[in-house]
């Protein structure tokens, strides 16, 4: 069955869902894995500086990218390896408008070397599975237990991939679970990748941090600025101010 929307097509078992920045929309399925305020917060986190070249790896709808060439950058290479989420983000960017900044490649990202020299990104931008395979509930769904499992690819594949698209002294950007920064800090410096910043991201006052956002220099000396703390929600379960503002509610950057 196809719905059409005006120059939007929708599929079985697709939605669309208002991005509010720069006014775009995008085509979720919901047999697949629909981003989360964790994407939200990474391209927020970002810092975007002209003329660079950006990476998102693992993009899936293309949230990260399209919401990247809204805050201002203006190369970004999407790779993606599951085929119908590569389609479904080429769409999304055509719908957008957003092909002349956005280019989206069918790739496994630990095998890019196939595709890319080495060094031929200053950015590298990833929200990468969480889970270590054995921990947790794996998804039924191959395409939502590829997103949240490391069933494709493990935390040092990750960097590995990041280490070799990186040129000298570029940057890794990335959102986790809080409870693996140990594991963060340590294959990072595997592959001479620095922290120099990290914002914990915490559900409500009083509560352990849930995730983290981080930002690592290749190349980097040992250096890093604890940032101010993240809160999502008040006392009454509402979002933050700075949640809001992220959500395109008012000016404020993460």
């Not at 990290?198 to 352990?208: D, L």
Request: charged fraction near 25%; glycine fraction near 8%.
């Amino acid at each position: 069955m196809l719905v059409k929307t005006n120059k939007w097509e929708l599929h079985e078992k697709e939605r669309i869902d208002d991005l509010v920045r720069d006014g775009m929309r995008i085509i979720q399925r919901t047999d697949q894995f629909c981003f989360s305020l964790d994407s939200i917060l990474l391209a927020h986190y970002v810092q975007i500086k002209a003329k660079e070249r950006i990476v998102d790896l693992g993009t899936g709808t293309g949230v990260i990218s399209l919401l990247l060439s809204a805050l201002g950058a203006k190369d970004i290479t999407a790779l993606e390896i599951n085929p119908i989420m590569v389609e479904l983000a080429k769409r999304n960017v055509i719908a957008n408008g957003k092909q002349h900044i956005i280019k989206v490649v069918e790739c496994d990202y630990t095998k890019a070397r196939e595709l890319y020299p080495t060094g031929a990104f200053q950015s590298v931008v990833v929200n990468p599975p969480y889970r270590e395979i054995g921990t947790g509930n794996t998804n039924s769904e191959p395409g939502k237990a590829l997103a949240c499992h490391e069933v494709g690819t493990s935390l040092s594949e990750v960097f590995h991939s990041a280490q070799y698209l990186l040129s000298y002294g570029g940057r890794l950007t990335m959102v986790h679970r809080a409870d693996r920064l140990g594991d963060l800090i340590a294959i990072g410096r595997e592959y001479y990748m620095e922290i120099k910043r990290i914002r914990p991201i915490y559900a409500s006052v009083g509560h352990p941090a849930c995730r983290i956002l981080l930002e690592w220099k290749y190349g980097g000396h040992p250096e890093v600025i604890m940032e101010p703390p993240l809160f999502l929600h008040k006392e009454d379960g509402s979002y933050t101010d700075e949640i809001l503002a992220i959500y395109g509610k008012g000016n404020i950057h993460v």
